[in-house]
């Protein structure tokens, strides 16, 4: 049984950075792309960035494209989201997911094709 739990996620200021984790289990992670993606109240979850099976390709959404990295370090399991320079627009639950995928570069950026989720890390940023 693979599960995935995230951790990291707390009340912030305007500027402030925060990095979440996230830790699978019960599977290797390098079978994995991994997906971050968000909530806010009343919205849609929605991709925020992700990073293939062999850790050579990433993809951002726009809005975080150049304040948010993705990394991985699969001898510990765990995946990484640096979130610099936030601001309240980023208050969201932040959700980690693993994709069973075969290719070793490709991130996906829709919901569907991760098999596994995290209960998520609320992510608060104060103005």
């Known amino acids: ?14 500027g ?12 290797a992670l390098s079978s994995f792309a991994m997906g971050w993606f968000r909530q806010a109240p009343g919205k849609e979850r ?8 062999s850790g050579v390709t990433t993809a951002y959404a726009d809005s975080v494209q150049g304040r948010f990295t993705v990394s991985r370090d699969d001898a510990k399991n ?7 320079s936030l601001n309240p627009e980023d208050t ?10 075969f290719s070793t570069r490709y991130v996906a950026r829709g919901l569907s094709p991760y098999n596994y989720w995290g209960q998520g890390t609320q992510v608060t940023v104060s103005s």
């Open 78 to 84: 765990t995946v990484y989201l640096q979130m610099n």
């Open 46 to 53: 929605t991709f925020v960035g992700g990073i293939g099976r």
């Open 92 to 101: 969201a639950v932040y959700y980690c997911a693993a994709d069973r995928s």
């Open 16 to 27: 402030d950075s925060l990095r979440l984790s996230c830790q699978v289990s019960g599977g």
């Open 1 to 14: 049984q693979v599960t995935v739990i995230e951790s990291g996620g707390g009340m912030v200021q305007t």
